[in-house]
């Protein structure tokens, strides 16, 4: 079975740090450039964050430069996503996907709520 799982979200108070996971079964991962995408309450869903298959290139929205940091560890099958100086802005469910998304890939999302 070819899945994306996700988790590591949580309820952080304002200026915290969260790690997401993305985690592969059914196929590997090291073939894919990676995206992170999130879709809060009332709003379509929007790329976060990419990585390219290797690891070596790396793109941000402008909301998040400077705060999140995508990564990767090929031999885990799994990219993270490192997220601090989290903003009330940044509650939503984050997905992950491969580049270019696949519509039957997507997870269940892991929550992310920030809120003092």
């Known amino acids: 079975q070819v899945q994306l799982v996700e988790s590591g979200g949580g309820l952080v108070q304002p200026g915290g740090s969260l790690r997401l996971s993305c985690a592969a079964s059914g196929f590997t991962l090291d073939n894919y450039a990676i995206a992170w995408f999130r879709q809060a309450p009332g709003k379509e869903r929007e790329g976060v964050s990419c990585i390219s298959s290797s690891g070596g290139s790396t793109n941000y929205a402008d909301s998040v430069k400077g705060r999140f940091t995508i990564s990767r560890d090929n031999a885990k099958n799994t990219v993270y996503l490192q997220m601090n100086s989290l903003k009330p802005e940044d509650t939503a469910v984050y997905y992950c996907?491969?580049?270019?998304?696949?519509?039957?890939?997507w997870g269940q999302g892991t929550q992310v709520t920030v809120s003092s």
């Open positions: 996907n491969t580049v270019p998304a696949s519509a039957t890939r």
